[in-house]
């Protein structure tokens, strides 16, 4: 099968813009809200909403990263990384609509160890989920709340979400990685 783009620079800004208008709707504005990236790529496309989100309403929103590495349940069977700094906003999460935002949603596990992650933060008033690219495959009860591309994918296949801040480019690329772990 190759490597195939899905979507490129001008795709990832038009859904990441629609992503922005959905937060702002769902929470009818921008009071008490806050945006917690998971790291790597997810804290970088939550900056980016927030950036949007600011043009769009002239207020600024409080993002924050959030490393979720030492709460997966999964660490004996997947390649793990160096965990990366949690910087949460000045303002914490009690009381907020925190809205997770990560590249690819797939089997679940990342978001439920974003949940407990968050929960070790403080009390949020309620938490939604936002993903670039939902790929399918869940193992858990877990689903986007925005969701910037469904992207139906088989298992042995690898969604690769690159950025301009990492990857010196913005695009998302889906090839055959029988093998591999997936996204």
């Given at each position: 099968m190759g490597t195939r783009t899905v979507l490129e620079g001008a795709e990832i800004s038009?859904?990441?813009?629609?992503?922005?208008?959905?937060?702002?709707?769902?929470?009818?504005?921008?009071?008490?809200?806050?945006?917690?990236g998971i790291p790597t790529r997810g804290s970088s496309l939550a900056h980016r909403i927030a950036a949007t989100i600011s043009r769009i309403e002239g207020a600024d929103v409080p993002v924050g990263s959030l490393d979720v590495t030492m709460y997966r349940?999964?660490?004996?069977?997947?390649?793990?990384?160096?965990?990366?700094?949690?910087?949460?906003?000045?303002?914490?999460?009690?009381?907020?609509?925190?809205?997770?935002?990560?590249?690819v949603l797939f089997s679940g596990r990342t978001v439920r160890a974003a949940l407990d992650a968050v929960n070790d933060h403080g009390r949020p008033r309620a938490v939604r989920l936002a993903s670039l690219i939902d790929r399918g495959h869940r193992e858990l009860p877990i689903r986007a709340d925005f969701i910037g591309k469904n992207l139906p994918s088989a298992k042995h296949e690898r969604i690769s979400v690159r950025l301009e801040e990492h990857d010196g480019v913005d695009e998302v690329t889906i090839s055959d990685a029988s093998g591999e772990a997936g996204a």
């Open positions: 038009r859904a990441l813009t629609r992503i922005s208008h959905e937060i702002i709707e769902s929470n009818k504005g921008v009071d008490g809200l806050v945006l917690v349940d999964d660490l004996a069977h997947q390649p793990t990384r160096a965990p990366q700094p949690t910087d949460m906003p000045v303002g914490g999460v009690d009381g907020a609509t925190v809205v997770l935002v990560d590249d």
